[in-house]
């Protein structure tokens, strides 16, 4: 599988993040890893590395929902006023353990790929990787 450029994990959680990091590495998708704490830390990064289209811009953002400082609506709500003009080819996945109504009807009406129910899995690293960069795991 040729892999993606980069992905950002964006949790709160550091048990979590190290998981999905372990995943993403055994799973050989991606070689550039970013990790933020929150949707601040998200935003900061995207800005730093995103300002021209290459391989250091995430093609890949996998989002938690609720964090401190800057949640994942939050995040959401910034990153689209940036101006960025690659902004687009960014595939955007929250990923989250809440269940709420309102939080999976909130998700349905942004401006983003996808909404995942952690934890994330091989399954649906793959469901993600072939509905959004036409690829596909090789152990599957």
Do not use: W
């Not at 995040?75 to 006023?81: H, M, P, V």
Request: proline share 4%; aromatic share 4%; charged share 25%.
């Amino acid at each position: 599988m040729q892999k993606l450029t980069c992905v950002m994990l964006v949790d709160d959680d550091r048990t979590t993040n190290y998981l999905n990091q372990l995943l993403l590495k055994r799973l050989a998708v991606t070689d550039k890893l970013l990790v933020a704490l929150n949707g601040q830390e998200a935003l900061d990064l995207v800005q730093e590395h995103c300002r021209q289209a290459t391989h250091e811009c995430p093609a890949l953002i996998l989002l938690d929902v609720k964090m401190p400082v800057m949640d994942g609506f939050a995040f959401l709500a910034a990153y689209d006023k940036l101006a960025m003009e690659h902004r687009e080819a960014i595939i955007i996945v929250m990923l989250t353990t809440s269940l709420h109504p309102q939080d999976v009807e909130r998700v349905k009406q942004l401006n983003i790929a996808g909404f995942l129910n952690k934890p994330l899995t091989e399954g649906k690293l793959n469901d993600v990787l072939r509905t959004y960069f036409e690829r596909q795991l090789p152990a599957l």
